[in-house]
């Protein structure tokens, strides 16, 4: 679960002065070629894993460049990112429009614990939807006992199977704030491990299980495209498709009682700055939902679309909110294209214990060219809402 840079990486991350800069087509695919520090050069298309993170390198470094006009570039390229570090505050989507607010604002250090007991909680109703089909699958028909009780990654979940009792172990990895790894012993034999890999991106939520004593093997993709989500999910034991499914997701509207709660955490929605009549919502068959809102703002060769994408996950009164934001940019002459990855960050709400939102964020396996780490990464901001003002 850990995350290591490769050399290419490395070496984006080490960029320091910019010398050129030439955004172009490439095979229909865009593509960009940087002069940097010492005569060293880098030229990469959006089909190389590494070109959004060039990307967003070489737009910090021109946000924050004293004298932006020394660097050699042409004049589409050097429209394109103008518009996209436009108030030089940062040029991330996400940072303009919420994370400066926490610029002028101290935060504390949250106690680890805290955090990881509420990721805990609010990943289970997913955990134990995928229990429940995969038990059914076996002819196992199963009630799940109370809820399950741990201390922060550990805990233990009783299920019901006609008069036994089934005791689960289970152990959760947070290393990365968009990634968690669970691991369910005791599934359906005593020695039976099922290890559980969740990843969140913006374009989509990935679940992967696999069960080796079982010969079990699925995974399902939340796929987010422009036109909604669509859902697809395949299981196999011993090699043997037994499970497929390939389907779009249901559409909410802000009003369906599905919703509800949200409407009524009226501190999160201002904290996140949602704004729901802006947003389509999409429900997960465990009750998670994905909120999907874009904005465009078009000038006369300009177009900007802002993009975000926002997971949430709840348990009672505890919401774990992961949010994806970037920016698309196109020259509508030319149709070169600009991308800007936005910040990938977890916020944790811990309820109303203090009848305010409480936002934690911790650590991502990746970040933007604004500084989330320092700004951001562990720390802890408690917001008075009107009502304890």
């Known amino acids: 679960m850990y995350r290591f840079m490769n050399e290419e990486e490395l070496e984006i991350r080490q960029m320091k ?18 002069y940097y520090d010492d005569d ?15 990307m967003e390198t070489v737009l910090s470094l021109y946000s924050l460049c004293e004298a932006p006009d020394t660097i050699i570039m042409d004049e589409s390229t050097r429209t394109l990112l103008d518009r996209a570090v436009a108030g030089k505050e940062c040029h991330t989507a996400f940072f303009n429009r919420i994370g400066q607010k926490y610029l002028n604002t101290e935060g504390a250090s949250a106690p680890t614990f ?16 995928y229990l429940n089909q995969l038990y059914h699958m076996w002819d196992y028909k ?23 009792t089934l005791i689960l172990p289970i152990k959760m990895d947070f290393a990365q704030g ?13 020695l039976n491990q099922l290890t559980f890999e969740i990843t969140y991106r913006e374009d989509r ?17 939340y796929e987010i495209t422009g036109k909604g989500i669509n859902a ?28 509800r709660f949200l409407l009524e955490k009226k501190a999160l929605l201002a904290e996140a700055e949602i704004n729901l009549e802006q947003t ?37 009164d505890k919401i774990a909110l992961r949010q994806f934001s970037y920016s698309l940019i196109e020259d509508t002459v030319t149709k070169l294209k600009l991308r800007t990855d936005g910040a990938i960050m977890r916020k944790l709400y811990f309820g109303d214990r203090m009848k305010g939102v409480e936002t934690f964020f911790l650590p991502v396996g990746c970040y933007s060219g604004w500084d989330y780490k320092k700004y951001l990464e562990n720390r802890y901001f408690y917001h008075e809402t009107e009502e304890t003002k």
């Open 17 to 34: 002065h910019l010398k050129m800069v030439h955004l172009y087509q490439l095979a229909d695919n865009d593509a960009l070629a940087v």
């Open 40 to 54: 060293k050069q880098m030229n990469l298309c959006a089909m190389d894993a590494n070109y959004h993170i060039l």
């Open 114 to 129: 805290a955090s990881e007991g509420i990721l805990r909680q609010c990943v289970m109703p997913m955990i134990k939807y």
């Open 142 to 164: 199963v009630v799940f006992e109370k809820e399950p009780r741990g201390w922060r990654r550990n805990c233990v979940l009783k299920l019901r199977e006609g008069e036994d």
């Open 178 to 190: 968009n990634e968690c790894r669970i691991i369910v012993a005791n599934f359906l034999k005593d």
């Open 205 to 221: 939520l990935y679940v992967w299980f696999e069960c080796p004593e079982m010969g079990l093997l699925g995974e399902s993709h």
């Open 232 to 259: 697809f999910t395949s299981i196999r034991v011993d090699g043997k498709l037994v499970y497929h499914q390939n389907e779009p997701v249901e559409i909410l509207t802000p009003d369906d009682d599905r919703v």
């Open 280 to 316: 389509s919502i999409y429900q997960l068959p465990w009750k998670g939902l994905i909120l999907c809102s874009r904005l465009e703002n078009t000038s006369a060769t300009i177009q900007r679309t802002d993009y975000d994408m926002i997971y949430i996950e709840t348990y009672i």
